[in-house]
């Protein structure tokens, strides 16, 4: 990594013994308000100043902790049971698998006109009236 392109244009060039003792405006990003306000909440004024800020240290081993933390045993049955709650409900939690070699459908199914027809009420009626035995049940 060039240093050069963390630090603000005055300070290009310059060695790290000179940059850490900088005032933290020489990084880039940091402004003179910004700076101003390290030095008002934190008594921060140079870069090493901030470097070694105990806030920092500490977020810094957090984060550092976070990305190689594992999961705890008992993560990972919960995360296991759930896995295999999911998979007990197949296969309603799958999506819904279409033949590649149906794009579309080549006949309309029959259809009734709902508003006059609800139900198919007529072909009901019409087997009771033929005196079919076999009545025709709506769904």
């Not at 101003?36 to 105990?54: D, G, I, M, P, W």
């Not at 957090?62 to 296991?80: C, P, S, Y």
Request: hydrophobic share 40%; glycine share 4%; net charge negative.
């Amino acid at each position: 990594m060039n240093i050069d392109t963390v630090v603000d244009q005055a300070y290009v060039g310059k060695c790290f013994k000179d940059l850490a003792d900088a005032p933290v405006s020489a990084l880039r990003g940091v402004s003179a308000k910004d700076a101003k306000a390290l030095q008002t909440a934190f008594n921060v004024t140079t870069v090493r100043e901030l470097a070694q800020l105990s806030f920092v240290k500490w977020a810094n081993a957090i984060v550092t902790l976070a990305d190689e933390e594992q999961m705890t045993a008992g993560d990972i049955a919960k995360e296991t049971l759930l896995d295999d709650a999911v998979e007990m409900t197949f296969p309603a939690s799958d999506p819904i698998s279409v033949d590649a070699g149906i794009t579309r459908i080549e006949v309309a199914p029959e259809t009734v006109d709902a508003h006059t027809d609800h139900q198919h009420a007529c072909r009901t009626e019409d087997s009771i009236e033929k005196g079919s035995a076999k009545k025709t049940v709506a769904h």
